[in-house]
């Protein structure tokens, strides 16, 4: 029987949580590079260069990889013959209090995500708690417990299907890929569960997004089981279907597929396939009686010396003078650089925005976006001489139910966010002869570092989710939707579709 300290399995749920908060899992590191090496879209080289950069600066500065820090996800086995020196937490409660402390340490305070009452007030709980934790009795005499911490971007994009016996898995997922977008922010990973009932597959996808990466290992060793064979099948497909980087188009989409299956019913074929990002964070750790988890940080040298050069045809942005003649000649696919004041709103800033529109109240004080551009952001709190903490783009496909009203009652010129917009809001911008550009996700510190003044303006209630002016410096995005309607994430991926077939026929 080992005695397990209740302290010790607080301190390693808050250590793990702040190390996977500013490091990357190395195996997806590796196969990162190796992408980089390999991506010939250099729109979508030029983003798994930055997703690169910005791991080496979130490891070397221990602060967050994304200004989303996710929601917390916990498996525990508790091995049978374990005791615990305290019985007044329960598991849950002990993963709280350890989600608790991480995400409120002073050092690097991680972004609190968490909203209570989902379908009603939606309230933030300040300290990223309740964690989703999943236990299991299991043999022996330790605790294993293997912790992520999910972004909601891609947490959003999970699929669920029961089909039916005879149907194929690689059909369905190569069918329902393509309209999940790139608000998952690729290149990522896939999980996929198979079997049991409805509920039990989605977990066994989540669990499997666990695992390493380490499909090259099995190509060079050849498939054996059903779900290796499955798992190469879908590798190879799902990347030859051109989504790439960021959706931008190229040849990764994923680094691995990892498949976790179980016996079903006769008359059933449970499905869910959740991806993950690339913010790809957790840490496993075993519990032996002996103190707290040993969590060893990797070495600097072990991260790629990534180099990012903008080239010289990069066009130069003055924020505070742009016109919307200007922003025409913009073209769908150039890099821009972005300096002066824009302003921020994500998803509870908008719906405010409407409220108050449709009761004839006009924007709120302080906010003026005629010949704006807003920034789809909910930044992480600044520590130390920051100007702001980890700032990133969220998902701009959530905001497409209020452009409309955004560029027609406002005056806005333009969006900034990542993921593809829906084809009425392509259309709203080639009306309104506006534009959208795209910064990349999951590269949230390396884009903060481009913030050099930062002030709440507006809803200061809504914690990260204010409305923020923000003054940058040499900001640098891609114009995915330009005022003419052209679209890179429509564009893109059928390009490099294309592409990859020819590259395979001409083999
Ligand atoms: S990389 Fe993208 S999906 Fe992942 S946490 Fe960051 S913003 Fe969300």
């Given at each position: 029987m080992t005695v397990i300290r209740q302290q010790d399995f607080i301190d390693s749920i808050e250590d793990a949580l702040q190390y996977i908060s500013y490091y990357h899992p190395l195996d997806f590191i590796q196969a990162l590079e190796v992408a980089y090496h390999k991506e010939e879209n250099k729109a979508a080289k030029d983003a798994i260069a930055q997703i690169l950069i910005n791991s080496r600066m979130s490891a070397e500065g221990h602060r967050p990889i994304c200004q989303d820090t996710g929601i917390v996800t916990c498996f525990v086995k508790v091995g049978m013959d374990v005791k615990w020196d305290k019985t007044d937490l329960t598991v849950q409660q002990m993963v709280d209090e350890g989600t608790r402390r991480a995400y409120l340490n002073p050092d690097n305070p991680l972004r609190a995500s968490i909203v209570s009452d989902p379908a009603g007030a939606r309230k933030n709980t300040k300290d990223n708690t309740p964690a989703v934790v999943h236990i299991d009795l299991v043999a022996g005499d330790q605790v294993e417990v293997m912790i992520a911490a999910k972004g909601g971007g891609s947490e959003n994009k999970t699929k669920m299907v029961m089909l039916n016996p005879s149907d194929s898995i690689v059909d369905w997922v190569l069918e329902t890929l393509p309209k999940m977008g790139a608000g998952w922010c690729p290149p990522g990973m896939l999980g996929i569960g198979i079997g049991g009932t409805a509920e039990k597959a989605a977990v066994l996808a989540k669990e499997s997004l666990m695992d390493p990466v380490n499909i090259q290992e099995l190509l060079e060793r050849g498939a054996e089981t059903t779900d290796e064979k499955l798992r190469v099948e879908l590798y190879e497909k799902v990347n030859k279907l051109g989504i790439g980087a960021q959706g931008l188009g190229g040849l990764t989409t994923v680094v691995d597929v990892k498949i976790n299956s179980v016996p079903t019913h006769a008359a059933s074929l449970p499905v869910a396939m959740i991806p993950n990002c690339a913010a790809t964070r957790h840490v496993h750790f075993h519990l032996d009686g002996s103190g707290p988890a040993?969590?060893?940080?990797?070495?600097?040298?072990?991260?790629?010396?990534?180099?990012?050069?903008?080239?010289?045809?990069?066009?130069?942005?003055?924020?505070?003078?742009?016109?919307?003649?200007?922003?025409?000649?913009?073209?769908?696919?150039?890099?821009?650089?972005?300096?002066?004041?824009?302003?921020?709103?994500?998803?509870?800033?908008?719906?405010?925005?409407?409220d108050r529109l449709n009761k004839g109240e006009g924007l709120p004080e302080g906010v003026d976006l005629k010949n704006?551009?807003?920034?789809?952001?909910?930044?992480?709190?600044?520590?130390?001489?920051?100007?702001?903490?980890?700032?990133?783009?969220?998902?701009?496909?959530?905001?497409?139910?209020?452009?409309?009203?955004?560029?027609s009652q406002t005056g806005l010129l333009g969006m900034i966010g990542k993921s593809e917009r829906g084809d009425a809001t392509?259309?709203?911008?080639?009306?309104?002869?506006?534009?959208?550009?795209?910064?990349?996700?999951?590269?949230?510190?390396?884009?903060?570092?481009?913030?050099?003044?930062?002030?709440?303006?507006?809803?200061?209630?809504?914690?990260?989710?204010?409305?923020?002016?923000?003054?940058?410096?040499?900001?640098?995005?891609?114009?995915?939707?330009?005022?003419?309607?052209?679209n890179v994430h429509k564009q893109g991926p059928a390009i490099w579709k294309v592409k990859i077939e020819d590259m395979a026929s001409a083999q």
């Open positions: 040993d969590i060893k940080p990797p070495k600097l040298e072990d991260w790629p010396q990534v180099t990012w050069e903008l080239g010289s045809n990069v066009r130069r942005v003055n924020l505070d003078t742009v016109t919307p003649e200007d922003v025409q000649s913009w073209q769908a696919g150039e890099t821009v650089l972005l300096s002066g004041k824009m302003l921020t709103g994500r998803d509870a800033a908008h719906k405010r925005i409407a704006k551009f807003i920034y789809y952001v909910g930044p992480v709190d600044a520590v130390g001489d920051e100007v702001v903490g980890p700032a990133g783009p969220t998902t701009a496909t959530r905001m497409d139910k209020f452009t409309e009203m955004m560029l392509v259309e709203s911008i080639k009306q309104h002869k506006a534009v959208y550009l795209m910064a990349v996700g999951g590269a949230a510190y390396l884009v903060s570092k481009a913030i050099k003044k930062a002030r709440v303006v507006a809803f200061e209630d809504l914690g990260m989710e204010a409305i923020y002016e923000f003054e940058v410096e040499d900001m640098p995005v891609t114009v995915a939707v330009d005022s003419q309607g052209n």
